[in-house]
């Protein structure tokens, strides 16, 4: 008997939620008290964290622009998150106005958020789904409709895998959406690491994740030696593994960046 998908959280505004933190770490207004409060709280600790986001989330841009250079403009998002600048569709679109994009989240907010905005566009999809059900969102309608798995197929995991425990295989998960794709098609990853902290904030690793804790998933931080095996199957594109604001970048880095972030190819 194949295992049940996991159930969408339900909608708590006093339980704080990632991707309205999230949300707020990006300067975004979709938000609730509980939210900016648990991310007040995180940059107690790690002054660096909405930085971190806005960071990592200029990285999505600089990679999907590289996949569409490649020629790929099929894009499948799993762990959205609430609809923001520098969408997925809108980067990809600015380069091949013909680009689709599949967001997945299981998230109520972001879900409707999503939607609204979305409904009427015939080169997105918004779908429920859960990462750690890919069985299910390879299988969604919304998604085979939109996206042509008989070609190369850009597969986003972009601060997603954090959230899930070592006891879910994230391994196992990645391979799954590898193996559905065709040679050719690429992935997008970033992670959020400790790895090379300043020893202050690495001293409180375990009281930024207890933040999480309280919240709707909890944190699981990882160093490149944990990342790597992510990747499995993916042929890494130059600088391969790397802090996300050492990948390609186009201005400065500053303060400590909290994620890694890579992009493959499967050959």
């Not at 070592?166 to 794709?181: I, K």
């Not at 090379?196 to 804790?213: I, K, L, M, W």
């Amino acid at each position: 008997m194949a295992n049940a998908a996991p159930e969408s959280p339900a909608l708590n505004p006093a339980v704080p939620n990632v991707a309205r933190m999230y949300d707020f770490m990006l300067g975004g207004k979709e938000n609730y008290e509980s939210d900016r409060n648990a991310v007040r709280q995180l940059i107690g600790m790690a002054p660096d964290a909405a930085l971190n986001a806005q960071q990592n989330r200029q990285f999505l841009g600089r990679a999907v622009r590289f996949v569409v250079s490649q020629g790929v403009t099929q894009f499948l998002d799993v762990g959205a998150g609430l609809p923001t600048q520098e969408n997925v569709h809108e980067v990809a679109r600015a380069v091949a106005p013909g680009a689709r994009t599949a967001y997945v989240d299981n998230d109520p907010v972001v879900l409707s958020h999503a939607r609204a905005l979305l409904g009427n566009d015939q080169y997105t999809a918004v779908v429920d789904g859960d990462v750690r059900d890919p069985a299910g969102i390879l299988a969604d309608p919304q998604v085979r409709g939109l996206i042509d798995f008989g070609r190369p197929v850009c597969v986003l995991l972009v601060a997603i895998l954090h959230f899930v425990p070592d006891t879910d295989d994230p391994a196992g998960l990645v391979a799954a959406f590898r193996d559905a794709v065709t040679p050719g098609s690429y992935l997008i990853l970033s992670h959020a690491t400790m790895d090379g902290a300043p020893p202050q904030e690495a001293a409180r690793t375990t009281d930024a994740e207890n933040v999480y804790d309280r919240a709707t998933a909890r944190l699981f931080m990882r160093d490149p030696d944990q990342v790597s095996p992510l990747l499995t199957g993916f042929s890494l594109v130059e600088p391969g593994l790397v802090h996300v604001t050492d990948w390609r970048p186009q201005a400065p880095s500053r303060g400590f960046d909290a994620f890694l972030g890579a992009v493959g190819r499967k050959d």
